[in-house]
């Protein structure tokens, strides 16, 4: 066994250990990042899914900076793998990699993806359908019309999102999100809005204002947000954002009172 190969195996049992020294991790850590060692790259894939199997979210953070630094966008696959598993933590330097990695070879990223969006694994499909945002294409939204109808709630949800990077190119792309305003699944509901919000086209306000009424506490918070987004202050929305001002959640009435100054202002 080499030297690298021992000292990424004694890192992975201290990122194991419950009673791990953070010391003995950062030195390791060090280590391997400096030492760029391919020959470990199996190795280091190994080592991840374990991790992650293991619900293990900071042996998973680590693990990924290494592979990360050590395979280049090489390794977009495995971090992306890792990164479709929800452990409890904000994975914000595992975004910002993948991110980067597919804005630098978007024909590479989207390779790989692709197959994923209409693949068995929701986990996957969510991942992929989710970064397929930051390396859209015109011709996406004939996928993403057909995502928006996936039978689990929150592949549907980041399909929102992704069809909201569409908004500003493509009058399609608004249509789509006010039709899916109508989505059983609130947080569904919830995204789109989000997405029409950014969007601030006129046209969806009437499709916005008649979500006041929804079941959904969110979703009624979220069209007093929308609404707030909008550049100029409209007569029926400010008519929407006192009635709001007035409904019975907390979380509802505090966003609509926000809206409502900072359109009046």
């Not at 190969?5 to 009673?19: T, V, Y």
């Not at 030492?35 to 374990?50: F, K």
Request: proline share 6%; with cysteine.
């Amino acid at each position: 066994m080499s030297h690298s190969a021992a000292r990424l195996d004694a890192l992975a049992a201290e990122l194991a250990d419950p009673d791990c020294d953070f010391d003995r991790i950062e030195a390791l850590e060090s280590e391997l990042l400096t030492a760029r060692d391919m020959a470990l790259i199996p190795r280091l894939q190994e080592h991840l899914v374990g991790a992650v199997d293991a619900g293990n979210g900071y042996g998973r953070h680590v693990l990924c900076g290494i592979l990360a630094e050590t395979a280049g966008s090489r390794a977009l696959p495995e971090l992306l793998r890792a990164f479709a598993h929800d452990l409890g933590d904000d994975q914000d330097s595992l975004t910002a990699t993948v991110t980067e990695f597919a804005r630098q070879d978007r024909a590479y990223a989207r390779s790989i993806i692709l197959p994923w969006v209409t693949g068995p694994d929701p986990g996957l499909r969510r991942t992929a359908l989710w970064l397929l945002g930051y390396v859209p294409e015109p011709d996406d939204l004939d996928l993403l019309a057909d995502a928006a109808q996936d039978p689990d709630d929150h592949v549907r949800s980041v399909t929102m999102g992704t069809i909201g990077s569409h908004t500003k190119t493509t009058a399609r792309a608004v249509d789509l999100l006010t039709t899916l305003l109508a989505d059983p699944g609130p947080q569904v509901r919830v995204s789109a809005l989000s997405s029409l919000g950014f969007a601030q086209q006129p046209r969806t306000l009437p499709a916005i204002h008649r979500l006041a009424e929804d079941d959904s506490a969110d979703v009624r918070a979220w069209v007093a947000i929308d609404l707030g987004r909008f550049p100029a202050p409209d007569p029926a929305s400010l008519a929407v954002l006192d009635r709001l001002a007035g409904d019975a959640d907390t979380y509802v009435r505090e966003n609509a009172v926000a809206s409502r100054e900072k359109l009046t202002a």
